[in-house]
């Protein structure tokens, strides 16, 4: 199993970007698909997560109303559709991947699979 996340940049506050997260060696009803990100000197921290079924979970409160996730037609790329940035979204974006049934979940233990992660700059 792995998991690929790009897409980041520098952008200005009030952008968009779209990140995404290329998946191999799993079937997307049997996992989850989580994005977290990790600001410096800081925890990483859930940011949202769909489900085997394709429910999507919001783990971040600053977010729900401008952070989308959705899947590729192919079902195995992610995207992370981000508008609206500010510098608070700053972070390294890294997708993450469980099994148990596709179930999410917003703890970064329990994801078994990570990607590299990509930087995210938001500047004001």
């Known amino acids: 199993v792995q998991l690929q996340a790009s897409g980041g940049g520098l952008v200005q506050t009030g952008d968009s970007l779209r990140l995404s997260c290329l998946t191999s060696?799993?079937?997307?009803?049997?996992?989850?698909v989580g994005w977290f990100r990790q600001a410096p000197g800081q925890e990483r921290e859930g940011v949202l997560c769909?489900?085997?079924?394709?429910?999507?979970?919001y783990y971040a409160d600053s977010v729900k109303d401008r952070f989308t996730i959705s899947r590729g037609n192919a079902k195995n790329t992610l995207y992370l559709q981000m508008n609206n940035l500010n510098v608070e979204d700053t972070a390294v974006y890294y997708c993450a991947g469980r099994s148990t049934s596709g179930f999410c979940s917003s703890r970064a233990s329990r994801y078994t699979y990570w990607g590299q992660g990509t930087q995210v700059t938001v500047s004001s």
């Open positions: 769909i489900s085997g079924s394709g429910d999507t979970e």
């Open positions: 060696g799993f079937t997307s009803v049997d996992y989850a």
